[in-house]
T-cell receptor, first 114, second 112 residues
């Protein structure tokens, strides 16, 4: 079982460039999430989705966009990369809404903006 | 917003017990979680406790919850070098959308 798969694992971008971080899950989970983890900090929720075709903003959505055309995929797009977006990005999924449904995480994408 | 706080570092000797502490602020939390993050990897769920429980034991792991003080702890018995990692506390908050709030993580260093 692959679980949650993120690509790429590492990326360096120049200021102003754009890119898409890919996330896919094979567990048929309805809920998917994008977090960023800054050094010494906890995870901050960027965007989430409760099902295909439905997305909503989390705590720190500025500078990002998402889409959810299928249950499996939840890509995160950076349109104009800024140094403040240097971070480790984690995608996660959970089966359902209940808070007893733990989130399953990918291994992360380490992104540097120079 | 919700604040989940943890101490940043803990160092123990192999074979000792480790206790990692966490405090949270939202009284409407329903479940509280402990995740483990090894270097270069994502977060792995270790255990969780429902907010109306005081204690949960799972092999070497014991979770204690003091709901009155909003204090959660994770005890690892017989700590091994393989337990060295960052441990995150998280709370699940009942909402229209169930939200999770994470602490900043406690880095556990186990000395041989």
């Amino acid at each position: 079982n692959a679980g949650v798969t993120q690509t790429p694992k590492f990326r360096i971008l120049k200021i102003g460039q754009s890119m898409t971080l890919q996330c896919t899950q094979d567990m048929n989970h309805n809920y998917m999430y994008w977090y960023r983890q800054d050094p010494g900090m906890g995870l901050k929720l960027i965007y989430y989705s409760v099902g295909a075709g439905i997305t909503d903003k989390g705590e720190v959505p500025n500078g990002y966009n998402v889409s959810r055309s299928t249950t499996e995929d939840f890509p995160l797009r950076l349109e104009l990369a800024a140094p403040s977006q240097t971070s480790v990005y984690f995608c996660a999924s959970s089966r359902d809404r209940g808070s007893n449904q733990p989130q399953h995480f990918g291994d992360g994408t380490r992104l540097s903006i120079l | 917003g919700e604040d989940v706080e943890q101490s940043l570092f803990l160092s123990v000797r192999e074979g000792d017990s480790s206790v990692i502490n966490c405090t949270y602020t939202d009284s409407s939390s329903t479940y509280l979680y402990w995740y483990k993050q090894e270097p270069g990897a994502g977060l792995q769920l270790l255990t969780y406790i429902f907010s109306n429980m005081d204690m949960k034991q799972d092999q070497r792991l014991t979770v204690l919850l003091n709901k009155k003080d909003k204090h959660l702890s994770l005890r690892i018995a017989d700590t091994q070098t393989g337990d060295s990692a960052i441990y995150f506390c998280a709370e699940g908050v009942r909402d229209n959308f169930n939200k999770f709030y994470f602490g900043s993580g406690t880095k556990l260093n186990v000395k041989p």
